[in-house]
Nanobody, 122 residues
Framework: HVQLVESGGESVQAGGSLRLSCDTS????????AAWFRQAPGKEREGVAS?????VYADSVKGRFTISQNTAKNTLYLQMNNLEPEDTAMYYC???????????????????WGQGTQVTVS
């Protein structure tokens, strides 16, 4: 039984920073891949960053966001710097046992999802 719980989302001013965390249970990072997605109202859920041996980022967040994980704690992080209003969304962490290397930011590749944490940038 796999559970993922996000935390760290809040309201922040443009240009500010946040670090999101995703605590997991029943999942071992070393045996799969993990990622962050976000979804704004009325928009499709999009991949933000994925880590599966190597980190991959969406073009919209390159240079601003950093994905990392603490394998001992089974915790995933997303460091978000220089936030913009366009970053406002519900952020979800996700995990999968198997992910195709050519689609690591594809939402359909991930089988386990958290409930999300809201990030609002004004």
């Amino acid at each position: 039984h796999v559970q993922l719980v996000e935390s760290g989302g809040e309201s922040v001013q443009a240009g500010g920073s946040l670090r999101l965390s995703c605590d997991t249970s029943g999942y071992t990072f070393s045996r799969g891949c993990a990622a962050w997605f976000r979804q704004a109202p009325g928009k499709e859920r999009e991949g933000v960053a994925s880590i599966c041996s190597i980190a991959v980022y969406a073009d919209s967040v390159k240079g601003r966001f950093t994905i990392s994980q603490n394998t001992a704690k089974n915790t995933l992080y997303l460091q978000m710097n220089n936030l913009e209003p366009e970053d406002t969304a519900m952020y979800y962490c996700a995990a999968a046992r198997t992910v195709y290397a050519g689609d690591v930011l594809g939402k359909n590749q991930y089988e386990y999802w958290g409930q999300g944490t809201q990030v609002t940038v004004s």
